[in-house]
Structure formats: structure tokens, C-alpha cells
């Protein structure tokens, strides 16, 4: 019913940036709550950013200062600006929604994750 595409991840040398970006499709009456998780090899996938639908965002301690959510409910997107990158950054980035499909129904939907990788 819904499906999320993730892009803008990339390598990139440490201090650098990037901006991933997050687009939603399907059978969408509304988009709630969104958000980035990231997962690095052998570990748990943690979140890393969430927005809600009124515009408050959140961060993990570990981000916060460097990264930025935001969203475009026009366009159905959600992206999130990374700066100051290390290479703890390096991860599998997935994007998150909670929506409210046109059948009326309320699920988590998540994207196919993009990966950033940060080493000089």
C-alpha cells in the first residue's frame, strides 16, 4: 500500500556531509510520523531522527548538533541533512513512516535503506 525509496547515500570523507532523502508512494491519505534508523554491521538498528507530523523533531544523543530531519508533507518526502560525519556514522540508513493509507488504515512502512559510508 505504501512504499518508501531511500537516496543520497554515498562515501564520503570524515567532516563531510550528506542529505538523504526519503519518498513515499502508494495508497496515502496522510503521513504521520517519520523518521531515519540506522543499522552498522553487527550491531542493532537504532533510531537516528524522527519528525512528527506537526513539524517537532527528535534526535539521538549521538547526532544531535550534526543532523538535521525534515519533511515536505507536499511532496510526500522526509530527508535528513548529516554533518560533521565520523566514521560511527558509517551505516545501512533505513527511512520510516507511520501513515494513514486511503483504506483508512494505520501501519509503520519502511524504505529498502541506503548506505553511507564515511572514511578518508
Known amino acids: 500500500q505504501v512504499q518508501l525509496v531511500e537516496s543520497g547515500g554515498g562515501l564520503v570523507q570524515p567532516g563531510g556531509a550528506l542529505r538523504l532523502s526519503c519518498a513515499a508512494s502508494g495508497m496515502i491519505l496522510r503521513i504521520l510520523d517519520m523518521g531515519w534508523y540506522r543499522q552498522a554491521p553487527g550491531k542493532q538498528r537504532e533510531l537516528v531522527a524522527s519528525i512528527t507530523s506537526a513539524g517537532m523533531p527528535s534526535y539521538a544523543d549521538s547526532v544531535k548538533g550534526r543532523f538535521t530531519i525534515s519533511r515536505d508533507n507536499a511532496k510526500n518526502m522526509v530527508h535528513l541533512q548529516m554533518n560533521s560525519l565520523t566514521p560511527e556514522d558509517t551505516a545501512v540508513y533505513y527511512c520510516?513512516?507511520?501513515?494513514?493509507?486511503?483504506?483508512?488504515?494505520?501501519?509503520?512502512?519502511w524504505g529498502q535503506g541506503t548506505q553511507v559510508t564515511v572514511s578518508s
Open positions: 520510516k513512516c507511520d501513515a494513514l493509507t486511503r483504506s483508512f488504515v494505520r501501519s509503520s512502512y
